[in-house]
C-alpha cells in the first residue's frame, strides 16, 4: 500500500508531521511519498492537480494523509479519484471562501470508506467546528484533542492512530 503526505500551506515535505509519521507507514509495510508543493503555495487548485496527476500514475488506490491545507488538498483530490483511505490533520474544511475564487462548500464527497480526523480544540487557524462537521456528514472517526493548530504536542498520539489506521486497510 501506497501513503501519500501533502504538507500544509507554508509547510513542505520536510515537515516534523511528515518525518515523524512516515516511518509509521513504513514500518508496517507501506511505501512512502510526500507531494512537494512548494512551488505552489498560494494555488490551492493546482495542488490538487498535482495530488490527482500523481494518484492516476499509481497501479492501486493510494492512502492520502494531509494536514491543514494539505488535508483540503487530499479531500479535494478523493472526490475525484479513489482512495484507500483518508487520515486528516487540522484540514482546512469548509473554509474556501479564503482562497482565490473560492466558494464554501456544504459538504464534501471523497471516494473512500475510511476516513480519521483529527483536529485541536485550540487551532486558531483552521477551525474544529469544520472537522465536527465533515466527520459528521461523512460518519469518519473524529479524535478532537488539546492541541493547536501544528498538533506538535500530540504527535505520539497521532503515530498511534495513524497506526491503528493503517492496519485497518492492510
Known amino acids: 500500500m501506497r ?30 511519498e510526500a507531494i512537494d508543493y512548494t512551488d505552489l503555495q498560494d494555488d490551492p487548485f493546482g495542488r490538487v492537480e498535482r495530488l490527482k496527476a500523481r494518484i492516476s500514475e499509481l497501479d492501486e488506490a493510494p492512502v492520502l494523509v494531509g494536514s491543514s491545507l494539505g ?13 484507500a483511505g483518508l487520515f486528516l490533520m487540522a484540514p482546512a474544511l469548509f473554509m474556501e471562501d479564503r482562497m482565490p475564487g473560492g466558494v464554501v462548500r456544504e459538504s464534501y464527497a471523497p471516494r473512500c470508506d475510511r ?6 480544540w485550540r487551532d486558531d487557524i483552521c477551525p474544529w467546528q469544520g472537522s465536527v462537521k465533515f466527520a459528521e456528514q461523512t460518519r469518519a472517526d473524529l479524535y478532537l484533542i488539546d492541541a493547536d493548530h501544528r498538533l506538535e504536542d500530540a504527535l505520539i498520539s497521532i503515530q498511534g492512530w495513524l497506526n491503528d489506521f493503517l492496519s485497518t486497510l492492510s
Open 3 to 32: 501513503v501519500i503526505f501533502s504538507h500544509g500551506h507554508l509547510s513542505s515535505p520536510q515537515s516534523r508531521k511528515i518525518q515523524v509519521l512516515a516511518p509509521v507507514a513504513e514500518r508496517i509495510g507501506c511505501s512512502v
Open 71 to 83: 488535508g483540503l488538498v487530499s479531500l479535494a483530490a478523493a472526490e475525484v479519484v479513489p482512495v
Open 115 to 120: 476516513i480519521t480526523v483529527v483536529h485541536g
